[in-house]
Structure formats: structure tokens, C-alpha cells
């Protein structure tokens, strides 16, 4: 008896292993996806600008980056007490306008640090709906609760949203060849933009992704998508694996999505050692009932040798016993 239907995955090509580079972009999604990666200890950037909804943001990041354009006190404002940049998340915003300017620079300066070296890009798509700033005529990444007034907005159409993944390739491989993008649409679900309008959104983002696909090279020999959104609809068909808002992925799913990712995007080679630093991590979260016993004093001794042979192959790794000292 089946009691699920399984979406069919195949492995990729050209898949992330511990010597792979990779930059995050996109929604909140990519945010659980980049605690992952960060837990198992691969080598990423994630985010340089927060949380990144729509793929016009996505795109002015990159432009701006690799025209090494500075933010300076006129692309930022005032407001609550605290200084914001509509290209940037509210986490970035600061009461001090210094502190801003300082971090919205320094995520340009990563941000392009990262891609002259990045072997993977992987962007999470969160909303076609786009909210335009009517004094200037630009989109925002952020309205920083900004009047509502004082925007418009628009679903962005599958051929703008086409064009703008077009331009954020044509941006990136400008300065790396080499770069292999992985898209992929967010399974939150923007219920504030309405039941239809959030099916509406996910479509165009599929469909304009899937048209960049086909016209940049066949899946597999380009850049590839992976179906974490469709996971979550056709998989995952049960409101147990949301969280109380019935709007996020909870925990659950996001284990059984990144499986799924690490059976498709993660090299064999890899897992072994993914295993190794699984076990080590789930040996600094370890709290003894008796920190000065003999016992706890050779299992520390047998988590700083299996720290010490992770680190020899792999010294990026950033693996400390530290917590158990103080």
C-alpha cells in the first residue's frame, strides 16, 4: 500500500562536496537550508543582505556588488529611531547610520569576495508579488513598515521575472564561468498576499525559473532546480509538518527536504565525512552529569581526536571544545 506519492529525483551533476563554495541567496527558506549547511560545516555565505524575497532584490545585490558600488547616506533613511536601506532586510537596519552603511558595504564586499570563488550558487525564489517605492519608482526589498501608501504592488510577470534570473546569471558569470546555480521556490506560503494570489506567485516563479532552464541549457548539463516547494505540496500533504502558523515548514519537513537535497545535490564522497562531523557536533552539544569524572575526561580526549582528524583533512572547519570549558 502506498500511502504517499514520491516526487522521482535524480542525482546531479556537478554536486557539492568539502571543497565546494557556495553563496545563499533568496528567501527564508534558504536560511534553514544554510543552517545545514553550516551544521555539517561546508563553506558558504549566506544571505550578506538578509532575507531576500523576490528575485528583482536578488538581482540589484548582485549588480551592485560587481559594480563595486558603495551605499552611501543618500540610498538610506531614518525611521522608528532606526536607519534602514530598502535594498536590505530589517536585520541589517540599525539605529546608527554608520553601523548601516558599514554592514550594507561590507555584505557588497563578501558578496563579491564570494562569487570570484563560489562554486554554487543556490537561489531560493519566496514571492513573484513586488512592492514598488512610488517617490523613487523602484522596487524595494523591504518596505520597513514604511505607509503602505507609499508603494505599489505588482505581481511580477513570468517573463520579467525571466529576465531578471537572465541578468542575475549574465552578472554572476561575468567574473566566474565556473558557477553552478541551483534555483529552487520557497514552500512558505505568503497567505498575507491571499490563498490565490500565493498559488499565483509560486506558479510564475516556477514557470519563469523552468523557461530559464530551458533556454540556458536541458536540466542537469546547466543549472539545475530542486523541487523543495513541490516536496512540500505533493509529499508532505499534512498540516503536521507546518509550524503553528500553518504557513512555515516545521522542523520535520525541513529534515525531510534537506535529505532529499543532500540525495541530489550532496556528493557520495561527502557523506562520510558529514557523518563524522555530525557525530562530533553531537558531542559539543553534549551536557555531563559530571564534568570532573574520568569518564567525561576520556570522552572529551576521544572528541578532540576525531576533531583533530576532520580538521587535518579539513582545517576550514571551525570545531572547538571550548564550551566545555567554561
Known amino acids: ?125 519566496g514571492t513573484a508579488w513586488a512592492y514598488r517605492h512610488s517617490a523613487s519608482g523602484n522596487f524595494v526589498a523591504n518596505c520597513h513598515k514604511v505607509p503602505q501608501g507609499e508603494f505599489s504592488k505588482e505581481l511580477l510577470s513570468i517573463d520579467e521575472i525571466t529576465n531578471s534570473l537572465e541578468r542575475t546569471l549574465k552578472h554572476a558569470r561575468s567574473i566566474n564561468n565556473e558557477l553552478q546555480f541551483i534555483f529552487t521556490v520557497s514552500p512558505v506560503r505568503h497567505l498575507k498576499d491571499g490563498f490565490i494570489e500565493n498559488q499565483r506567485s509560486k506558479a510564475h516563479l516556477i514557470s519563469a525559473v523552468h523557461k530559464i532552464r530551458s533556454t540556458n541549457g536541458t536540466p542537469g548539463e546547466a543549472d539545475g532546480y530542486f523541487p523543495s516547494y513541490e516536496l512540500m505540496m505533493d509529499e508532505l500533504r499534512d498540516y503536521r509538518f507546518y509550524e503553528r502558523d500553518m504557513m512555515h515548514p516545521n522542523q520535520l519537513a525541513i529534515d525531510y527536504i534537506w535529505e532529499k537535497f543532500k540525495l541530489v545535490w550532496i556528493s557520495e564522497e561527502a557523506h562520510s565525512t558529514m557523518e563524522k562531523v555530525d557525530a562530533i557536533q553531537k558531542g559539543l552539544q553534549h551536557r555531563p552529569f559530571n564534568p570532573g569524572s574520568e569518564q567525561h575526561r576520556k570522552f572529551r580526549e576521544g572528541l578532540e581526536t576525531k576533531i583533530t582528524a576532520v580538521r587535518k583533512v579539513y582545517p576550514f572547519m571551525e570545531l572547538s571544545q571550548s564550551q566545555f570549558l567554561s
Not at 549566506?46 to 558603495?70: C, D, T, Y
Not at 536601506?85 to 558578496?111: Q, R, Y
Request: net charge neutral; hydrophobic share 40%; glycine share 4%.
Open 1 to 125: 500500500m502506498k500511502l504517499q506519492t514520491q516526487i522521482p529525483l535524480e542525482k546531479a551533476e556537478n554536486q557539492i562536496g568539502y571543497g565546494s563554495q557556495l553563496l545563499l541567496l533568496g528567501s527564508c527558506f534558504v536560511e534553514n537550508m544554510g543552517k545545514k549547511l553550516d551544521y555539517f560545516k561546508f563553506r558558504h555565505l549566506q544571505n550578506p543582505f538578509g532575507i531576500l524575497f523576490q528575485p528583482l532584490a536578488i538581482e540589484k545585490l548582485l549588480a551592485r556588488a560587481l559594480q563595486n558600488k558603495s551605499y552611501s547616506e543618500s540610498d538610506i533613511f531614518l525611521l522608528n529611531e532606526r536607519w534602514h536601506c530598502f535594498d536590505a532586510h530589517s536585520s541589517l537596519s540599525d539605529p546608527s547610520k554608520e553601523n548601516l552603511l558599514k554592514k550594507l558595504n561590507d555584505g557588497l564586499e563578501a558578496t563579491l569576495s564570494q562569487l570570484q570563488t563560489a562554486s554554487h550558487i543556490i537561489i531560493t525564489l
